[in-house]
């Protein structure tokens, strides 16, 4: 064992994960992922490579939620205010 590794394992306290813990993790990841979850079963996939995908992938959202969110305030501000609170009311539920 490397001294990193275990210099981690002593400081970690009584909170571990196991090695296979994190590769289900990984596995999960990799399914939620649009362009890995497709890959073929026999395709390798780093972790490393799954886990910068998932950094990728959740600023998109991030970017999406924002230009949607944007685009919405948009469509409130050129609508008349009983639409606009017809749109709110239903966003609210």
């Given amino acids: ?8 394992r002593q400081s970690s306290g ?14 999960r ?4 992922l ?4 497709d890959s073929r079963r026999s395709d ?6 799954v886990l910068q995908d998932t950094c990728n992938y959740i600023r998109n959202l991030h970017r999406e939620v924002d230009d949607l969110s944007e685009r919405l305030s948009e469509l409130l501000a ?5 639409q606009a609170a017809l749109i709110r009311s239903l966003l609210s539920q």
């Fill in 34 to 37: 649009p362009e890995l979850r």
């Fill in 14 to 27: 009584t909170s571990r994960i196991s090695e296979d813990q994190v590769n289900d993790l990984i596995t």
């Fill in 1 to 8: 064992m490397s001294g990193r590794r275990s210099r981690s």
């Fill in 44 to 49: 390798k996939v780093s972790a490393a490579r």
């Fill in 78 to 82: 050129n609508t008349d205010t009983a």
């Fill in 29 to 32: 990841l990799q399914q939620l």
